[in-house]
């Protein structure tokens, strides 16, 4: 609503800061849901949120741009206040476990809980994968599908297959990659294969190549995310969850941040294939990460 009545550049980077402090309710959030499901069923409970979250930016993302189109710029921010209204009214309708206290979490009790190693990979692979998202799929990829003669409704077409193919995977890693792979081999293999989409960005020649590309890329990146997302909090108490999940989103989210920044320097002082191969190899990195995770989930 604040995005909607600013009135000057300032009244909207306040909203953009204070929009952002909201988002960190996500953390909660994924904790309370895997809460509803059986023990040991984690990675299907991030796997169903992750899919209906990537619906939800995937419908938003058209719904705002025709509501702009049609509407005017505003409209997009009333829509997205009225949602949020709507949202809070059905958030009071949600039950929680309480969970008997132990006494208080104290500094040292979060340095133990920030030590465990599934954790620290997991956030870690996580991030450098976000690096990678957020250099191409969501970042510069738009701007090199345009020098392919990409069109503006291409352009919106591979960003929803990007969080269409996302979401399906996510829905499906829990049944599929997890049971057949185990965690460690599922997130190696996705973003090994995303390594490879990401150095061959920059030697397509045609759109529909992206198409493709980015069709493989968001369903590995969908299957590795909500596994990730179950080994962060696996084997943490329940109190500590939100503690374990608030850490693993903060530093992936440092990926999210600085693959942009990093990569458009590189980009723009080599080039797109400098700079997608630079991203590549960040990838890399994230597979030899995820080596380090557990090869099964036990519990």
Same mark, same amino acid.
């Given at each position: ?14 909203? =953009? ?37 990537? /619906? ?6 058209? !719904? ?5 189109? #049609? ?9 997205? &206040?009225?949602?949020?209204? /709507? ?10 476990? =309480?969970?008997?206290? #132990? ?44 020098? !392919? ?26 049944? /599929? ?35 493709? /590309? ?19 909090? #696996? ?45 590549? !190899?960040?990838? &890399?990195?994230?597979?030899? &990460? ?10």
């Amino acid at each position: 609503m604040v995005l909607a009545l600013s009135p000057s550049p300032e009244w909207m980077i306040v909203a =953009r800061f204070v929009s952002g402090i909201s988002a960190c309710s996500w953390v909660a959030f994924t904790v309370l849901y895997s809460g509803y499901y059986p023990p040991g069923q984690t990675t299907r409970a991030m796997g169903h949120i992750s899919f209906v979250n990537g /619906l939800s930016i995937m419908s938003s993302t058209y !719904l705002g741009g025709w509501l702009a189109d #049609h509407y005017g710029w505003l409209a997009p921010f009333w829509a997205s &206040a009225g949602f949020g209204v /709507l949202g809070t009214f059905v958030s009071l309708g949600t039950s929680e476990s =309480r969970v008997p206290a #132990h006494g208080t979490l104290s500094l040292n009790a979060s340095r133990e809980i920030l030590r465990h190693p599934t954790l620290i990979w997991s956030s870690i692979a996580a991030s450098l994968g976000m690096y990678t998202v957020f250099t191409s799929s969501f970042g510069f990829l738009p701007n090199f599908a345009l020098t !392919l003669g990409a069109t503006k409704t291409d352009l919106g077409m591979l960003s929803a297959l990007t969080l269409l193919c996302g979401s399906v995977a996510g829905l499906s890693a829990s049944r /599929l990659a997890l049971p057949l792979l185990g965690p460690r081999y599922a997130i190696v293999v996705a973003y090994g294969v995303v390594t490879l989409v990401t150095a061959t960005i920059p030697h397509a020649t045609e759109v529909w190549q992206l198409f493709v /590309l980015q069709a493989l890329s968001g369903l590995c990146r969908g299957t590795a995310y909500p596994i990730m997302m179950s080994l962060a909090i #696996h084997g943490i108490s329940e109190r500590d969850k939100a503690t374990a999940m608030g850490f693993f989103q903060a530093v992936y989210s440092a990926g999210m941040f600085l693959g942009p920044l990093v990569a458009g320097q590189i980009g723009g002082w080599m080039g797109y294939t400098m700079l997608f191969s630079s991203s590549a !190899l960040v990838a &890399a990195v994230s597979v030899l &990460a995820s080596l380090k995770l557990p090869r099964r989930l036990d519990g």
